[in-house]
């Protein structure tokens, strides 16, 4: 069995050349909730500072709700410190936010954790934002926008906005999540899982167990349907009318 | 529960006017192959004739190999009678053509019988080619091509050739397989399976399965992916780099 480090490494490696994500130069903010995903980009993207052929500079934040966390007791911030990183952390009253007569949803939360998120990230002069999306997310939203908004539709994984001189990359895309399990259990790192009351992850939950019985669970399916992403022949989907 | 005949008679005139798939005159090759699907769609364009705002005409027509059917001791050709309708059969000697080092295979068979039938269609002076292919066909072929392929392509429900003066249709692009074993039912013609000793149609009957498996057996949910095929949003797919 290969090293779960050199799998991750190896594979965040392939995508971040493929997919371009990173500038000579770069300030990139690295988003950590405190989570397997997160944490693992955190801490390949400080190994590969002392090897990658290009200079880039790292800026951990993480984005802290009134909804509660364990994040404070939670020893994250000790295991970055000893990799050389610290962590800053923004308060995003979610709760106090929210309107007397609107419901909490994760829709709302987390459009004001990403407006946070970039307006940090501009603030601290930041030109990339780095998230720990993996392949299994992409398939995930890919398979779930088609078949439940009837739109090819993705994530991407690297991102420019119009609008903010901020990019996002997502260097663990070609990671699977089974991959990033093994490689926390081998560093010895335990998530804390974000355990937020008004979760309504299910649906996502249940598109990735349906993903499992459609791929037979096989990752090569799995990734095959990534790489359509990529492989686009319009001409046999719409043609014109 | 509704006439399973409208429910046909009403998806085909969908598909057929928003895919622009008949012109004023057009003369109309029509595949049959003895099994329900082109069974129906030779009776629905039938029908169809008799009020259909601009006038077409149909050419029957059947390709029979020499690997044996049931075609001949069928009564496929007194029900097209009994429509008005009379069927030309063309025959495609696939064994006798094999070199003698080959082996027979699916690809190579329908090879042949494709390009005889566009043989016959232009021979015939046809404009357009009707396939019976259903929406449970697109989106099969859709996630074959991503899941087996990586490719993001599909059938279209109207297509035009560069090298040939043909097109080809599909007119139950939107209707079920389960909403034309209605009509057959309701319809009381009995189709008979192409027994093809050489069938290797297994991994499509797979796919078929993990689909339903996928949508939950959602009719609702397989409209959506078969959507997803005129809704691309390319700048969220693929992106540059």
């Not at 993705?154 to 420019?160: A, E, N, S, T, V």
């Not at 939950?205 to 349906?210: A, D, E, G």
């Amino acid at each position: 069995m290969k090293n779960p480090e050199s799998v991750i490494a190896k594979l965040a490696e392939v995508a971040m050349r493929r997919f371009a994500m990173i500038k000579d130069g770069d300030r990139i903010a690295v988003a950590v909730s405190g989570g397997k995903d997160s944490t693992a980009l955190a801490l390949d993207l400080a190994m590969k500072q002392r090897w990658w052929p290009v200079r880039y500079e790292l800026k951990l934040v993480h984005i802290e709700t009134d909804m509660g966390s364990d994040w404070q007791s939670s020893n994250m911030e000790k295991l970055f410190a000893s990799y050389g990183l610290s962590c800053e952390t923004v308060n995003v009253p979610v709760l106090a936010r929210l309107k007397a007569d609107r419901k909490m949803n994760c829709y709302w939360c987390s459009t004001q954790r990403r407006t946070e998120l970039l307006r940090y990230a501009q603030a601290q002069g930041c030109t990339a934002i780095a998230l720990g999306h993996h392949l299994d997310d992409m398939v995930e939203t890919l398979v779930m926008n088609m078949m439940l908004k009837g739109q090819m539709t993705g994530m991407l994984p690297h991102l420019r906005y119009d609008k903010y001189p901020v990019r996002v990359i997502r260097p663990l895309a070609l990671c699977e999540e089974r991959q990033i399990i093994e490689f926390a259990a081998y560093k010895g790192f335990n998530s804390f899982t974000c355990s937020c009351p008004h979760d309504d992850t299910s649906k996502r939950k249940l598109v990735r167990q349906r993903i499992a019985l459609l791929t037979g669970d096989s990752s090569a399916a799995k990734r095959r349907i990534f790489e359509s992403q990529f492989n686009i022949k319009e001409d046999y989907l719409c043609g014109e009318f």
